[in-house]
């Protein structure tokens, strides 16, 4: 009788370890399905990047989010202000403590790209872990999401060069073939550096009011009314916003942003640029995307090389009933790892 016992107590733990192995597998591959994405933010120049920051958060079955960097633009403020905008966000939407976050560039590529063999240049931190997570895992593709200027990730490939076969850049700026573009004239020489280096590079397309480009993605001040308050998970600690006030939930932060913010148009509404850029970056349908030889910008005119052999992509004509009916689906119901 023992030692039928042991037999069926042997054969239990083995069946049982079969079991989580092949749990432990299916985790394996499913992480390895994710998208390795690392976003770049000057998180407090408008409203934007914090819709955008909450939806890559907010879709962790489909990114796995690496890390948060920030760096200034002139309506944002400093580099503090940037990070303490995106740690806000991070805090609402209860992953502050799960990934990281790292200071950027307050200055520009011109400024910065003669002191990268010092010691702590200017967005240094960032720079050092762009490379970092670029080098670590040279198996799976890391997407450098840039929603503003373009200083981190440039200054990361001239200090490492050799991250750029190993990252594909899908950046948020421009209103390409036209001049002009908020994020484009923050660093233009960010911008052109990497226009003339081998890396992946995708240019989500912006153009002021035309229907070809990601401002025309806009949410009206109704829809974010109606439609966010109180979604998100309900975190314990609540967290001041940059307009006052305490929330203990993004959706409503979000409320309270398009509050705070000038509307345009009829119905008043705001451009949502940034969050299209992760949208097709998850489902690359909700676009159309052509492959260009490398223009370059100088003296603020698109001059085209059609003889470049250095290709980029142009990511334009924006499905904007797909990319809104998502969003909000996913502040119903959220995605976020480990939780």
Known sequence: MKSITVFLLSLAILVGGCGSSQSDNNQNENDQSKKRVLFDTDTNNELDDQHALAYLLFNQDVFDVEGITVNATPNGGKIEKQYAEARRVMQMCGVYQDIPLHKGANGTFHEIKDNLESRSFDGSEAVHFIIDQALKNAKRELILLPVGKLTNIALALKKEPEIAKNVRIVWLGSNYPEPGEYNQDADTAAMNYILNQEVPF???????????????????KKQILNKMPGKGPQIST????????????????????????????????????????VAIVKNPNWAKSKEISAPILMDNKWRERPDNPRKITIWEHFDKKKILSDFFETMNAPEIANQ
Not at 205 to 220: D, I, L
Not at 266 to 271: A, G, H, I, Q, T
């Open 202 to 220: 995708e240019i989500v397309t912006v153009r002021y009011g035309k229907p070809s480009g990601t401002a025309a993605v806009t949410a009206t």
């Open 238 to 277: 609540s967290v001041e916003g940059r307009h006052g006030n305490t929330f203990d939930n993004f959706g409503d932060y979000s409320v309270n942003l398009f509050k705070n913010a000038n509307m345009h148009g009829d119905p008043p509404s705001r451009s949502l640029f940034d969050m299209a850029a």
